[in-house]
């Protein structure tokens, strides 16, 4: 039983100074909450302590992991940090899920490691067949920054530490290559965690005009980075919300300053990189063609005379600014666990069903998709130290993603039909991401994007190693004449 520190326990230690006597025996230590000025034990345990009043706690109905006095519950859930908070603004209820197809939704599916050998075959058969004329070699566009070169060679740097930092290097190196790293912009980082991606966009910005960032993370994250930053030229700012609601038209220095955005990523896990694409070009940019506002850049050239103009289209390429404006200048997007995609919020729906492919046949390519990465390599009892260690957000900076890609409901990869190997499963895990990614590519085109896939940084570094980029087609054509 868990209760008061007994006598028995003194081998234990003593409680720190101001914190609860109260032992936890399934801890094997005393509670760590501090006690009011006076008492031995927190609000939790006073309850259950001997000394104190017989008043009742009970388990807070908003969330169950916290108790109350029971003669307390109606103040408690006027302020409980579990209670639903008035939604922001920018709050739109699933404005970027995607139509829900209910004839395509498939709600009672064979379980993966109950297919037999010869529905497996035909499921690989069938990827094949769709994948075929795919690149499945993707271009090295491996690089870095100087703006890192000081952190990367710290020798304080443990090795994740290091791994992080290569892939934020090489991040923002692939970014300055699309010219999208230049003032006057708003970068929208998804899945921000602590913030580190767009405090190195920051720091390379050095002291560029008018640059602000947006950080979406849904859940509350400790330990950010983005609150050390003080410039004058640059503002950061949290959006606590689930991507699937976000509405960008609605943040206001996206409404007032009309900047172009570029959406960024570092391991944006399956659907939220799809919800991150349609809340960009779907959802933003998508707006200002309903309006049939008039581009900045055409404003400009009728408002000024055309010295003035040339003037200022001379600057804008000294200073890297593109030279017309569009909604969206670009996204930069780190791709992670395909085996977390979902088909109602898929951007590539229409790519699959030009394929004769459904709902139920992505279904097993994104839980097969898994296989190349999920570590078929390792043994059991490192794959359930990772399945311990893993999170449920978005995104983790203590968390690659690399791991637990195929730990299905129903069992392990131990479940598949042996008729395959170590390497011809990762093979098929590498064609199913393709094939998931190269419908985003699709979706991007036909949204007037020209996108490309390219591996951003080495296996050793991390397996997610590919970099989905994207930029504006008429921008990209303009830049392949000159």
């Not at 009309?258 to 809340?279: E, F, M, Q």
């Not at 670009?330 to 459904?358: M, P, Q, S, T």
């Amino acid at each position: 039983m868990e209760g008061p520190a007994p006598t028995s326990h003194a081998a234990s230690g003593v409680p720190a100074e101001g914190r609860c006597s109260y032992f936890v025996e399934k801890k094997r230590r005393f509670c760590r909450m501090v006690a009011a000025a006076g008492k031995r034990f927190c609000g939790e345990h006073a309850g259950a302590a001997e000394g104190e009043n017989a008043r009742k706690r009970i388990l807070c109905p908003l969330d169950p992991k916290h108790t109350v006095y029971e003669d307390q519950l109606a103040k408690h859930l006027k302020k409980c940090n579990s209670r639903e908070k008035p939604k922001p603004d920018f709050f739109i209820q699933d404005i970027n899920a995607g139509l829900k197809d209910e004839m395509e939704n498939p709600e009672q599916l064979v379980p993966f490691s109950s297919l037999s050998e010869e529905q497996l075959e035909n499921l690989i058969k069938k990827l094949r067949k769709a994948s075929e004329g795919l690149n499945s070699t993707l271009e090295d566009h491996i690089m870095s920054h100087p703006s890192l070169n000081d952190a990367l060679n710290d020798p304080k740097n443990g090795d994740c530490a290091v791994k992080h930092l290569k892939q934020q290097a090489s991040i923002l190196g692939n970014i300055e290559k699309l010219k999208l790293l230049g003032p006057r912009r708003c970068f929208v980082e998804f899945g921000a965690g602590k913030g580190k991606l767009s405090h190195w966009v920051d720091i390379a910005l050095k002291d560029a005009e008018n640059v602000h960032f947006l950080l979406v993370e849904k859940v509350t994250t400790r330990f950010k980075v983005d609150g050390k930053h003080r410039k004058k030229n640059s503002l950061f700012e949290r959006l606590q919300i689930d991507i699937q609601h976000l509405c960008l038209n609605r943040i206001p220095v996206l409404q007032e300053g009309r900047l172009p955005v570029v959406g960024i990523g570092k391991h944006l896990c399956g659907v939220a990189t799809d919800l991150a694409l349609r809340c960009l070009v779907e959802t933003y940019a998508a707006s200002f063609e309903e309006r049939n506002e008039e581009p900045l850049a055409k404003r400009i050239k009728n408002d000024k005379t055309e010295k003035e103009s040339n003037i200022l289209f001379k600057e804008g390429n000294e200073k890297n600014i593109p030279e017309m404006w569009t909604p969206v200048a670009g996204i930069v997007i780190a791709l992670c666990c395909h085996h977390r995609c979902d088909w109602r919020h898929y951007v590539g729906k229409e790519y699959f069903k030009a394929l004769g492919l459904g709902a139920v046949d992505f279904y097993y390519f994104q839980r097969m998709s898994s296989w190349a990465t999920c570590g078929m390599r390792r043994t059991s009892l490192e794959a359930s130290d990772i399945t311990t260690k893993r999170k449920d957000d978005q995104n983790s900076d203590n968390d690659e993603h690399d791991d637990g890609g195929d730990r299905l409901t129903d069992g392990s990869t131990d479940g598949v039909p042996g008729i395959l190997t170590a390497e011809e499963k990762k093979n098929i895990g590498h064609l199913c991401k393709l094939l998931i990614d190269q419908g985003r590519l699709q979706y991007l085109q036909q949204k007037g994007f020209s996108p490309a896939l390219q591996y951003y940084t080495d296996p050793s570094v991390s397996l997610e190693n590919v970099l989905l980029t994207a930029v504006p087609a008429h921008l990209s054509s303009q830049e392949a004449t000159h």
